[in-house]
Nanobody
Framework: EVQLVESGGDLVQPGGSLRLSCATS????????MTWARQAPGKELEWVSAIDGGAKSTYYAGSVQGRFTISRDNAKNTLYLQLNNLKTEDTDMYYC???????????RGQGTQVTVSS
């Protein structure tokens, strides 16, 4: 059974930083590109960043480019997202997603809440 467990979300002031983690199990982690996405209540899931299985290529939404950094540790089956210079508009539930491009098999974890507020 595939499991994705996010952690690291918190309440932080604008300009602050957080590091999100996603512990995975139930599949060969290194063989899959992974995605971070976020969602506000009542809104659609928004793609944020992705990384290939070998961590050679990374991709970012324009709204987070230069502020967020995606990474992975294939030895630990864990995905990360470093969030810097956080803005109030970054407030969302953040999800780790497997198979983002295949809506029929897409899987996400329970999410971790990031709240940016002064």
């Amino acid at each position: 059974e595939v499991q994705l467990v996010e952690s690291g979300g918190d309440l932080v002031q604008p300009g602050g930083s957080l590091r999100l983690s996603c512990a995975t199990s139930g599949f060969t982690f290194s063989q899959y590109a992974m995605t971070w996405a976020r969602q506000a209540p009542g809104k659609e899931l928004e793609w944020v960043s992705a990384i290939d299985g070998g961590a050679k290529s990374t991709y970012y939404a324009g709204s987070v480019q230069g502020r967020f950094t995606i990474s992975r540790d294939n030895a630990k089956n864990t995905l990360y997202l470093q969030l810097n210079n956080l803005k109030t508009e970054d407030t969302d539930m953040y999800y780790c997603v497997k198979d983002w491009n295949d809506s029929s098999s897409r899987i996400r974890g329970q999410g971790t809440q990031v709240t940016v507020s002064s």
